[in-house]
Protein backbone atom coordinates (compact mmCIF):
# COMPACT_ATOMS: atom_id res chain seq x y z
CA UNK A 1 0.00 0.00 0.00
CA UNK A 2 1.87 3.38 -0.87
CA UNK A 3 -1.68 5.85 -0.76
CA UNK A 4 -4.12 5.60 1.93
CA UNK A 5 -7.30 7.92 1.78
CA UNK A 6 -8.60 9.14 5.05
CA UNK A 7 -12.30 10.57 5.36
CA UNK A 8 -13.41 11.90 8.09
CA UNK A 9 -17.14 12.97 8.88
CA UNK A 10 -17.52 12.95 12.98
CA UNK A 11 -16.82 14.78 15.48
CA UNK A 12 -15.21 12.53 17.04
CA UNK A 13 -12.13 10.46 15.01
CA UNK A 14 -10.06 12.75 14.37
CA UNK A 15 -7.29 11.36 16.67
CA UNK A 16 -7.59 7.62 15.23
CA UNK A 17 -7.45 9.36 11.65
CA UNK A 18 -4.14 11.18 13.60
CA UNK A 19 -2.65 7.73 14.48
CA UNK A 20 -3.31 6.04 11.24
CA UNK A 21 -1.71 9.13 9.70
CA UNK A 22 1.53 8.88 11.55
CA UNK A 23 1.83 5.06 11.20
CA UNK A 24 1.47 5.69 7.68
CA UNK A 25 4.59 8.49 7.82
CA UNK A 26 6.64 6.07 9.06
CA UNK A 27 6.22 3.57 6.48
CA UNK A 28 6.47 6.14 3.87
CA UNK A 29 2.70 5.49 2.68
CA UNK A 30 1.28 9.08 1.28
CA UNK A 31 -2.18 10.00 3.17
CA UNK A 32 -4.51 12.31 1.99
CA UNK A 33 -7.21 13.42 4.27
CA UNK A 34 -10.92 14.64 3.17
CA UNK A 35 -12.89 15.80 5.92
CA UNK A 36 -17.16 16.96 5.66
CA UNK A 37 -19.47 17.05 7.68
CA UNK A 38 -18.75 16.86 11.46
CA UNK A 39 -15.32 16.25 10.39
CA UNK A 40 -14.83 19.80 9.14
CA UNK A 41 -15.48 21.20 12.98
CA UNK A 42 -13.30 18.63 13.95
CA UNK A 43 -10.69 20.27 12.39
CA UNK A 44 -11.88 23.42 13.35
CA UNK A 45 -11.69 22.17 16.72
CA UNK A 46 -8.01 20.67 17.06
CA UNK A 47 -5.95 23.06 14.94
CA UNK A 48 -2.48 21.27 16.57
CA UNK A 49 -3.77 17.96 15.45
CA UNK A 50 -4.31 19.72 11.79
CA UNK A 51 -0.89 21.56 11.88
CA UNK A 52 0.55 18.41 12.11
CA UNK A 53 -0.60 16.72 9.90
CA UNK A 54 0.06 19.18 7.37
CA UNK A 55 3.67 19.80 8.59
CA UNK A 56 4.19 15.81 8.27
CA UNK A 57 3.55 16.40 4.85
CA UNK A 58 -0.08 15.26 4.32
CA UNK A 59 -2.80 16.74 2.20
CA UNK A 60 -5.50 17.63 4.21
CA UNK A 61 -8.81 18.67 1.98
CA UNK A 62 -12.36 20.14 3.28
CA UNK A 63 -15.47 20.14 2.22
CA UNK A 64 -16.40 23.67 1.21
CA UNK A 65 -20.19 23.00 1.60
CA UNK A 66 -19.72 21.68 5.19
CA UNK A 67 -17.52 24.71 6.51
CA UNK A 68 -19.60 27.24 4.95
CA UNK A 69 -22.67 25.72 7.01
CA UNK A 70 -20.69 25.64 9.89
CA UNK A 71 -19.09 29.32 9.60
CA UNK A 72 -15.80 27.82 9.04
CA UNK A 73 -12.70 29.04 7.62
CA UNK A 74 -10.79 26.02 6.27
CA UNK A 75 -7.80 27.92 4.62
CA UNK A 76 -6.88 29.52 7.91
CA UNK A 77 -6.46 26.42 9.27
CA UNK A 78 -4.07 25.25 6.33
CA UNK A 79 -7.20 23.28 4.95
CA UNK A 80 -7.46 23.02 1.20
CA UNK A 81 -10.95 24.24 0.57
CA UNK A 82 -12.48 21.48 -1.29
CA UNK A 83 -15.58 19.68 -2.89
CA UNK A 84 -17.17 16.47 -3.54
CA UNK A 85 -15.34 16.03 -6.30
CA UNK A 86 -12.28 15.97 -4.31
CA UNK A 87 -13.75 13.07 -2.35
CA UNK A 88 -14.08 11.29 -5.73
CA UNK A 89 -10.48 11.77 -6.08
CA UNK A 90 -9.33 10.50 -2.90
CA UNK A 91 -11.04 7.28 -3.77
CA UNK A 92 -9.29 7.22 -7.24
CA UNK A 93 -6.13 8.18 -5.81
CA UNK A 94 -5.68 5.80 -2.62
CA UNK A 95 -4.53 1.97 -2.73
CA UNK A 96 -6.60 2.18 0.60
CA UNK A 97 -9.72 4.64 2.10
CA UNK A 98 -11.16 4.30 5.46
CA UNK A 99 -13.87 6.60 5.89
CA UNK A 100 -14.53 7.62 9.38
CA UNK A 101 -18.40 8.36 9.02
CA UNK B 1 -4.26 0.00 -41.18
CA UNK B 2 -5.69 -0.59 -37.78
CA UNK B 3 -5.26 1.89 -35.32
CA UNK B 4 -3.14 1.74 -32.93
CA UNK B 5 -4.18 -0.43 -29.40
CA UNK B 6 -5.21 1.95 -26.79
CA UNK B 7 -3.88 1.43 -23.39
CA UNK B 8 -6.11 -1.17 -20.78
CA UNK B 9 -8.61 1.13 -19.41
CA UNK B 10 -7.88 0.87 -15.58
CA UNK B 11 -10.71 -1.54 -13.67
CA UNK B 12 -13.87 0.75 -12.13
CA UNK B 13 -13.74 1.10 -8.67
CA UNK B 14 -16.53 0.09 -6.80
CA UNK B 15 -17.63 2.50 -3.87
CA UNK B 16 -20.13 1.23 -1.11
CA UNK B 17 -21.72 3.54 1.16
CA UNK B 18 -23.70 1.98 4.07
CA UNK B 19 -26.48 4.14 5.75
CA UNK B 20 -27.39 3.09 8.97
CA UNK B 21 -27.95 6.30 10.92
CA UNK B 22 -30.41 7.73 12.88
CA UNK B 23 -29.67 11.25 12.58
CA UNK B 24 -31.58 13.09 9.59
CA UNK B 25 -28.56 15.44 8.85
CA UNK B 26 -26.48 12.65 8.78
CA UNK B 27 -28.30 10.37 5.99
CA UNK B 28 -28.04 13.51 3.98
CA UNK B 29 -25.18 14.00 4.39
CA UNK B 30 -24.09 9.97 3.25
CA UNK B 31 -26.28 10.83 0.01
CA UNK B 32 -24.48 13.42 -1.03
CA UNK B 33 -21.17 11.75 0.05
CA UNK B 34 -22.74 8.76 -2.62
CA UNK B 35 -23.16 11.22 -5.17
CA UNK B 36 -19.67 13.30 -4.68
CA UNK B 37 -17.99 10.06 -4.98
CA UNK B 38 -19.67 8.93 -8.04
CA UNK B 39 -18.02 11.99 -9.62
CA UNK B 40 -14.84 10.35 -11.02
CA UNK B 41 -16.49 7.79 -12.68
CA UNK B 42 -16.63 4.95 -9.76
CA UNK B 43 -19.47 2.65 -9.91
CA UNK B 44 -21.69 3.35 -6.06
CA UNK B 45 -23.81 1.07 -4.28
CA UNK B 46 -25.70 2.54 -1.13
CA UNK B 47 -27.07 0.17 0.91
CA UNK B 48 -29.53 1.67 3.38
CA UNK B 49 -30.44 0.14 6.73
CA UNK B 50 -33.92 -0.50 7.57
CA UNK B 51 -34.76 2.41 10.58
CA UNK B 52 -32.45 4.96 9.55
CA UNK B 53 -33.86 8.09 9.13
CA UNK B 54 -35.31 10.05 6.19
CA UNK B 55 -33.06 11.83 4.39
CA UNK B 56 -35.04 14.58 3.32
CA UNK B 57 -35.59 16.38 -0.03
CA UNK B 58 -31.92 16.34 -0.29
CA UNK B 59 -31.50 12.77 0.25
CA UNK B 60 -34.60 11.49 -2.22
CA UNK B 61 -32.96 13.86 -5.18
CA UNK B 62 -29.37 12.68 -4.61
CA UNK B 63 -31.26 8.71 -4.92
CA UNK B 64 -33.23 9.31 -7.78
CA UNK B 65 -29.85 11.23 -9.31
CA UNK B 66 -27.80 8.09 -9.21
CA UNK B 67 -30.32 5.59 -9.94
CA UNK B 68 -30.60 7.97 -13.17
CA UNK B 69 -27.13 7.44 -13.64
CA UNK B 70 -27.58 3.36 -13.22
CA UNK B 71 -25.57 3.21 -9.87
CA UNK B 72 -27.06 0.55 -7.08
CA UNK B 73 -29.15 2.68 -4.42
CA UNK B 74 -31.11 -0.95 -2.75
CA UNK B 75 -27.81 -2.29 -1.54
CA UNK B 76 -27.74 -4.78 1.27
CA UNK B 77 -25.98 -3.58 4.28
CA UNK B 78 -25.26 -6.95 5.41
CA UNK B 79 -23.31 -8.23 2.35
CA UNK B 80 -21.69 -5.33 0.82
CA UNK B 81 -18.87 -5.98 -1.34
CA UNK B 82 -16.67 -2.82 -2.64
CA UNK B 83 -13.19 -1.77 -2.97
CA UNK B 84 -14.07 1.12 -0.59
CA UNK B 85 -16.61 1.30 1.93
CA UNK B 86 -18.07 4.59 3.66
CA UNK B 87 -20.28 2.99 6.34
CA UNK B 88 -22.11 5.77 8.19
CA UNK B 89 -23.61 4.64 11.55
CA UNK B 90 -24.65 6.21 14.83
CA UNK B 91 -23.27 2.98 16.85
CA UNK B 92 -26.69 1.79 17.58
CA UNK B 93 -26.58 -1.88 18.09
CA UNK B 94 -26.24 -3.68 14.81
CA UNK B 95 -29.29 -5.72 14.22
CA UNK B 96 -27.64 -8.36 12.66
CA UNK B 97 -25.30 -11.18 13.94
CA UNK B 98 -22.48 -13.17 11.91
CA UNK B 99 -23.76 -13.56 8.43
CA UNK B 100 -22.12 -16.79 6.92
CA UNK B 101 -22.08 -17.33 3.02
CA UNK B 102 -24.85 -19.84 1.97
CA UNK B 103 -23.79 -22.79 0.62
CA UNK B 104 -22.66 -22.86 -2.48
CA UNK B 105 -22.42 -18.72 -3.15
CA UNK B 106 -19.06 -17.67 -3.54
CA UNK B 107 -18.08 -16.11 -0.47
CA UNK B 108 -17.75 -11.90 -1.36
CA UNK B 109 -14.11 -10.90 -0.90
CA UNK B 110 -12.90 -10.20 3.03
CA UNK B 111 -13.01 -7.14 4.86
CA UNK B 112 -11.46 -5.64 8.13
CA UNK B 113 -13.90 -4.68 10.45
CA UNK B 114 -12.29 -1.65 13.08
CA UNK B 115 -14.54 -0.82 16.12
CA UNK B 116 -14.52 2.29 17.82
CA UNK B 117 -14.82 2.71 21.13
CA UNK B 118 -18.10 2.22 22.56
CA UNK B 119 -19.31 0.44 19.01
CA UNK B 120 -20.31 -3.12 18.14
CA UNK B 121 -19.67 -5.12 14.73
CA UNK B 122 -22.11 -6.36 12.72
CA UNK B 123 -22.03 -8.65 9.72
CA UNK B 124 -18.77 -10.31 10.05
CA UNK B 125 -18.16 -13.35 6.97
CA UNK B 126 -16.44 -16.41 8.21
CA UNK B 127 -12.82 -14.35 6.32
CA UNK B 128 -13.12 -11.26 7.20
CA UNK B 129 -10.60 -9.60 10.66
CA UNK B 130 -11.97 -7.06 13.48
CA UNK B 131 -10.21 -4.97 15.23
CA UNK B 132 -10.72 -2.75 18.22
CA UNK B 133 -10.07 1.20 17.90
CA UNK B 134 -11.66 1.54 21.56
CA UNK B 135 -7.96 1.38 23.36
CA UNK B 136 -6.12 4.12 24.36
CA UNK B 137 -2.94 2.38 23.14
CA UNK B 138 -4.41 1.28 19.54
CA UNK B 139 -1.26 -0.39 17.53
CA UNK B 140 -1.74 1.58 14.21
CA UNK B 141 0.94 0.15 12.36
CA UNK B 142 -0.93 -3.74 12.92
CA UNK B 143 -4.00 -1.48 12.00
CA UNK B 144 -2.19 0.01 8.69
CA UNK B 145 -1.20 -3.98 7.52
CA UNK B 146 -4.83 -5.02 8.52
CA UNK B 147 -6.06 -1.91 5.66
CA UNK B 148 -3.44 -3.14 3.16
CA UNK B 149 -4.89 -6.63 3.28
CA UNK B 150 -8.64 -5.81 2.80
CA UNK B 151 -11.00 -3.04 2.48
CA UNK B 152 -11.99 -1.41 5.46
CA UNK B 153 -15.44 -1.09 7.34
CA UNK B 154 -15.28 1.38 10.17
CA UNK B 155 -18.39 0.72 12.66
Same mark, same amino acid.
Given at each position: ??????????????????????? &??????? #??????? =?????????????? &??????????? /? $?? %????????? @? &??? #???? %???? =??????? $???????? | ????????????????????????????????? @? #??? %??????????????????????????????????????????????????? /??? @??????????????? %????????????? &???????????????? @?????????????????? #??
Amino acid at each position: MRRLGLVLATAEDLPLVCGLARA &ALARRVA #VRVFAMH =HGVRALAGAPAAVA &ALVDDGHEVIG /C $AT %SADAAGIEL @A &ALG #VVVG %SQDD =HAALCAW $ADRVVAFA | MSAPASPAAPPVLTIAIVIDHRDPAAVAEAWRA @A #VGV %SLRGARVIVAVRPGSADGGAAAQRAQATLALFGHAVDGDPDRVAADVIEHW /CDG @APPARGPVPSPLGEP %SRAPVVHLVRAGR &AVGAVAADDRVLQLGT @ADVDFAQVLDAIAAAPAR #VW
